[in-house]
């Protein structure tokens, strides 16, 4: 507390060293973009399901602001007025700057973001923290932002640095990365569904090979950076490594070992899985500080008995003979009739369990009864639900807010029943679209007439939408979509043993296309291979050439070409070396050869192209030039351009007349191994490189012996020699 | 009543406060002595600049803090120890206030106390902030205020307020209405009644016209004076902090007065004042220090770290070895993290391990601890959550497994504290004095004030 003096600002709650600082800030998107939660999520925002009673956005503040972030800034899709609602009566308004930014028309989170630059609200000079589904963290994340800063000082071309956790539970969506130690920066990242969840940290000595690479599709960068990313570079983070080293430091601060060590859980909620895992994370205390006891977010007293059991200070009523085995969790006011087992789950406030109900592992809202003699396992009941006696609820089984089942009903495994019906991506709200006889049938069938409440379709027949963002998301697969769900078992998923050497080109497998897995599929799906860089696919090229012949024939300048060119280099995942090579061909491509054609000649023509275009080559390897020169060897190694061999000669010399080589990268090329048939299959292959490269290397050995001052010289000498290696 | 103001939302204060209460929520500062610290420094803050009419106001509003405090981290019991102790700080201050302002005030003023024992029946419950040993007896009270020194009414410490309560004791005494109401008051202390109107007119029925009476200067006199006494209270409080300060090296002093020269001490944890005592006690003495590594913190890993490097001959045992290792160990001492008033404590985990080990092997125990940590608190029936349960992280691990992943059907119990009962303890080394067990609670009663119990 070392101000003394009236604190004027906001500051005020940091240490005096802070003070000049710009507050930190994060932006939390509150929708999610995707449709995990829909049923339950009807008539209120995702952010605001209850987790252990209290709503996910609040746990997601409580955790930023553990995290000393100043302001927030809460993205809404739907349901803004019900977030801005909550955020007015939380207790957070006080401690931190909340702003609620609505908007209707972004439909993912590139959309989010873009739409959040427009607005200018983020300090552009601060890094801030994106926080793209609810997170309960007990982690400081301004450590990462700390280290993120230090990173950008090496290191202007750092623009992101990506949190990451090691060890945790596997998950479906846990992607691969690849990461270069020293510098922490991510070389390649796989989304790799369906396998085990450790993020791979790869400790690959031979990185220097993706020294170029390009990142493939993440959720939140695609679109948003999309022209510069280019030669940027994102790094990842370790969560909690830090916390060793900072460990020495801050043992000489009054901190207590304490404070600083377990501090390390971090974990989404990203679907029905995570959600119920991370419900019995936090009853099991793994986040703490956020502990239920510990005066939870949302403000409830809690009272922790043994065995993880938290019950609420308010009036709970517990029957002599109901069995609780934790860790579960019992709103305020609620009360359990007699003969009730609760197993592992969580009550909200005011449910009421009728006598010999079993509940397992299922995550019950506010206000719910529940008859007696009922079985509920491993399900999410919304707010308002009404379960009559003798209802059995599987596994799996979502009930929307306000859903009523009658007495005796058998929900199967994996239903989803909303209040409201259905409303597929292609739903027309104008269309009176009513229920026709055969939907009645199966849902009489199924809930019986006493309950009110639509069956949807399960989560894995549900049509793949056909936004063009979530086409091709492995992740959105059907078989992989199914493994997201609460109450799916992993545990006989075995990983695939890939090794490293699948990194080569390897044969790209077949794109799978999305198989329409039937609902009774309870067989689980086969584990993709892993598969890293098979190179971009066959549209990247068509595109590419489709792109430059318009650029070549609308005579557009070379900073749009170029442009135009990374966002289908980003777009495709393509790499700047398949984009190089692609542009060289067709320039290359452009010089007209034939039978007469004099050295002169092809040297003029080479030299204009060049002059024009040089810039759009030169901009896609910023790395190493003499790759213009190596794939201008091969180009004209390649089939049906036999005619273009004998001239290599004057192609090199036409590159370098234009300056789109210079002298020292052609000598560079001269003394590579690769440029001389190094590293080529075949005993045939090699010869013909070393022919072609027996056409460029003596221009280059003149280049050499050449001194600047006589220009003259130079070029009597270079037409000697062409004629000469003729 | 005084207690339900409360600040302003827009009050920096109010800002410093709710900081305070998220730090303590969150364990961003953990450790009594920090805790301490901290509170001080808040309360501090808020004599200085929150505005108060009446010292009514004043103490509501510390009052409400506490309040906050304790609700914020019930088991950060240090924090509200801080605010009773400046609560009763600033009574007292005020007391000698305005009884300079008997002295010089026209001869009206100084009557009115004398009224109150003569009008029993004026009950006026709105001050029962006030003392009620000393303003009961305002008779025999302002004898006692004239005292020549007037330093003594602004010494903070501890044992002065014992002497203080001595020779008001022995003032007392020849009222004789002392016992019952050293009865009553400890009644109140042990049993918590709760401060219901009810058993607060209790107090007031032999007495309540006193109260009355000093409220009256305060609403007319106090606005002229709190300038004057504000710098005296933030003074006093500023003597608190360094109190705070002092508390390792105050209990260090009478290091050399419990070790004896060879002896072979068990510890364990890292607590500070366990580590000033035994290398004071190195000054002298030449001993063996057994560390106990205190999983899963490993805080005494640290303190081995720190006693070795001093020059003490040190043994770092895993906790699985206390009970193997006893019976070599001539006198086991541990730091604590609060102490009730039944002469209980909480302390790291483990600690329980030693002090058993200790009791089946006739070791003596001594805990070594300030007297801030002396809470008016009972560990009534045995709360489970009592001894903090912390992340299964620290057991288990994070990494590989972490999530509950490898290991979702184990259930994890990692507390940080260990409650030891008063029996297992043989004494208490002080920054004031040596004491028993079954002293604390004196102590504690003449610390702090009895209304302020309950906050």
């Known amino acids: 507390m070392a101000p003394k003096k009236q604190p004027v600002k906001i500051e005020s709650k940091t240490k005096a060293d802070n003070v000049d600082e710009a507050p930190l800030q994060a932006v939390v998107l509150a929708d999610s973009y995707n449709r995990r939660f829909e049923v339950l999520c009807q008539d209120q925002p995702r952010v605001l399901l209850p987790l252990c009673s209290t709503p996910l956005l609040a746990w997601t503040l409580e955790s930023l602001s553990l995290s000393k972030v100043k302001q927030v800034f809460v993205f809404c899709g739907v349901h803004a007025e019900k977030i801005r609602a909550f955020i007015d009566s939380s207790p957070y308004k006080h401690t931190l700057d909340i702003q609620c930014l609505a908007s209707q028309t972004a439909m993912s989170a590139g959309d989010a973001l873009r739409e959040l630059d427009d607005r200018n609200v983020l300090n552009a000079e601060n890094p801030f923290i994106l926080v793209h589904s609810p997170i309960i963290s007990n982690y400081d994340l301004s450590k990462m932002v700390e280290v993120h800063k230090k990173r950008r000082e090496e290191d202007k071309n750092f623009i992101m640095t990506m949190g990451v956790g090691l060890g945790g539970r596997r998950h479906p969506e846990s992607p691969i990365m690849l990461v270069h130690p020293p510098s922490s920066r991510l070389l390649h990242y796989h989304q790799n569904p369906l396998s085990p969840s450790e993020p791979h940290i790869l400790t690959h000595t031979k990185y220097e090979i993706w020294e170029s690479i390009s990142v493939k599709r993440m959720h939140f960068v695609n679109g948003v950076l999309t022209s510069e990313l280019l030669g940027k570079k994102i790094a990842v983070h370790v969560v909690g490594k830090d916390d060793i080293q900072d460990g020495e430091e801050e043992s000489g601060v009054k901190t207590d070992k304490r404070s600083g060590n377990g501090g390390t859980y971090v974990e989404r909620i990203r679907d029905t899985r995570t959600f119920g895992e ?142 409201e019906r259905y409303q597929g991506d292609d739903y027309d709200s104008e269309e009176e679209d009513e229920e026709d006889d055969e939907e009645r049938d199966r849902r009489l069938e199924v809930l019986g007439e006493d309950s009110i409440g639509y069956l949807w379709p399960n989560e894995e027949e549900e049509p793949p939408s056909d936004s063009e963002d979530e086409g091709d998301d492995p992740y959105e697969h059907p078989k992989n979509k199914q493994l997201l769900q609460l109450g799916r078992r992993l545990s006989n998923l075995s990983a695939s043993s890939v090794s490293l050497s699948t990194l080569s080109k390897a044969s790209s497998s077949a794109a799978s296309s999305p198989l329409s897995i039937a609902s009774s599929a309870s067989t689980l799906p086969d584990i993709a291979p892993l598969e890293i860089d098979s190179g971009p696919r066959e549209e990247f090229y068509i595109e590419a050439r489709e792109s430059l012949a318009r650029a070549y024939e609308e005579d557009h300048k070379v900073e749009n070409a170029a442009l135009e060119m990374r966002t289908l280099v980003m777009g495709e995942n393509a790499g700047q070396d398949a984009a190089r090579s692609e542009i060289l061909n067709f320039f290359l491509g452009k010089i007209e050869i034939n039978e007469n054609s004099t050295s002169s000649e092809i040297l003029n023509e080479t030299t204009r192209i060049f002059t024009r275009w040089g810039g759009l080559v030169r901009s896609f390897s910023t790395t190493d030039y003499t790759l213009i020169a190596i794939d201008t060897q091969k180009f004209v190694l390649e089939e049906n351009n036999e005619k273009y061999e004998k001239w290599f000669g004057i192609l090199l010399r036409g590159l370098y007349d234009s300056d789109t080589l210079t002298e020292d990268e052609l000598i560079d090329w001269r003394d590579s191994s690769i440029s001389k048939g190094e590293g080529t299959n075949n005993e045939l292959e090699k010869k013909r490189w070393k022919e072609v490269y027996l056409k460029g290397k003596p221009l280059v050995d003149i280049l050499e012996q050449m001194d600047s001052d006589d220009e003259e010289d130079s070029e009597e000498g270079d037409e000697d020699d062409d004629e000469d290696s003729d | ?449 009895e209304e302020d119990v309950e906050l």
């Not at chain 2, 501090?44 to 009446?54: E, F, G, K, P």
């Not at chain 2, 003596?364 to 601890?369: A, C, E, F, G, L």
């Open chain 2, 1 to 449: 009543m005084a207690a339900s103001t409360s600040l302003k939302s827009n009050d920096p204060n109010a800002r410093l406060t709710e900081a305070l209460c998220t730090s303590l929520r969150r364990r961003q500062i953990v450790g009594s002595l920090n805790v301490a610290l901290a509170t001080a420094a808040l309360i501090q803050n808020i004599v200085r600049s929150a505005r108060y009419s009446t010292i009514d106001e004043l103490l509501g509003l510390i009052k409400s803090v506490g309040k906050r405090l304790i609700d914020a981290n019930p088991k950060e019991l240090a924090a509200t120890n801080i605010v009773r102790r400046i609560l009763r700080l600033i009574r007292e201050e005020y007391r000698a206030a305005a009884a300079a302002q008997l002295i010089s005030a026209p001869p009206s003023a100084p009557e009115t106390p004398f009224l109150g024992p003569s009008t029993p029946g004026l009950s006026a419950p709105s001050n029962h902030y006030l003392n009620l040993s000393s303003t009961s007896n305002g008779g025999y009270n302002a004898p006692f205020e004239f005292f020549p020194s007037g330093a003594l009414q602004r010494q903070t410490s501890l044992s002065n307020f014992v002497a203080m309560r001595h020779s008001r004791a022995q003032l007392e005494r020849s009222g004789s209405l002392v016992d019952i109401q050293l009865s009553q008051s400890t009644n109140n202390l042990f049993t918590r009644i709760p401060e219901t109107p009810g058993s607060v007119s209790n107090y007031n029925i032999g007495s309540a016209g006193g109260p009355g009476g000093l409220n009256r200067i305060d609403s007319e006199e106090f606005m002229k004076h709190s300038a004057k006494l504000k710098p005296v209270l933030i003074q006093a409080i500023d003597e608190v902090v360094g109190e705070l300060e002092t508390t390792h090296e105050d209990v260090a002093k009478g290091a050399r007065e419990h070790i004896h020269s060879s002896e072979i001490i068990l510890t364990m944890g890292h607590s500070k004042t366990v580590e000033a005592f035994l290398k004071q006690g190195y000054r002298d003495r030449k001993f063996t220090v057994v560390v106990a590594e205190s999983a899963p913190s490993y805080l005494g890993h640290s303190l081995a770290q720190s006693l070795s490097s001093f020059g003490i001959p040190t043994i770092l045992i895993p906790d699985s070895s206390i009970h193997a290792i006893i019976p070599r160990i001539t006198k086991v001492i541990l730091g604590a993290h609060s102490v009730l008033a039944n002469g209980g404590l909480f302390a790291l985990s483990g600690s329980l391990a030693c002090a058993l080990a200790a009791k089946t092997h006739s070791k003596p125990v001594v805990i070594t601890t300030g007297q801030f940590k002396f809470a008016p608190a009972w560990n009534l029936y045995h709360d489970y959550a009592a001894v903090d349960f912390q992340s299964p992280a620290n057991v288990i691990g994070l990494i590989g497994n972490g999530g509950g992943g490898g290991k979702e059907g184990t259930e994890v119990v990692d507390p940080y504290f260990d409650y030891i009962r008063p029996e297992l303890v043989q004494l208490f080394v002080t920054n004031e004095g040596d004491h028993s067990p079954s002293y604390i609670y004196r102590l504690i009663k003449e610390a702090y004030d």
């Open chain 1, 278 to 419: 991370i419900t019995r994370d936090v009853l099991r205390r793994w986040a703490f500080p956020l502990a239920p006891d510990n005066n939870e977010p949302g403000g409830v007293q809690y009272e922790l008995r043994a065995g993880n059991v938290y019950i609420a200070k308010d009036n709970v009523v517990l029957s002599r003979t109901t069995t609780l085995s934790g860790p579960l969790l019992i709103g305020p006011r609620s009360a359990l009739a007699h003969n009730t087992h609760i197993h592992q789950s969580t009550l909200g406030g005011d449910c009421n369990v009728g006598p010999s109900t079993t509940i397992t592992q299922s995550y019950i809202f506010d206000d719910v009864r529940i008859g007696a003699n009922c079985t509920i396992r491993e399900c999410v009941i919304g707010e308002g639900v009404v379960i009559g006696d003798d209802v059995k609820v599987g596994k799996g089984a979502l009930l929307g807010n306000g859903v009523r089942l009658g007495k005796g009903t058998r929900v199967p495994e994996f239903a989803r029943i909303g209040r």
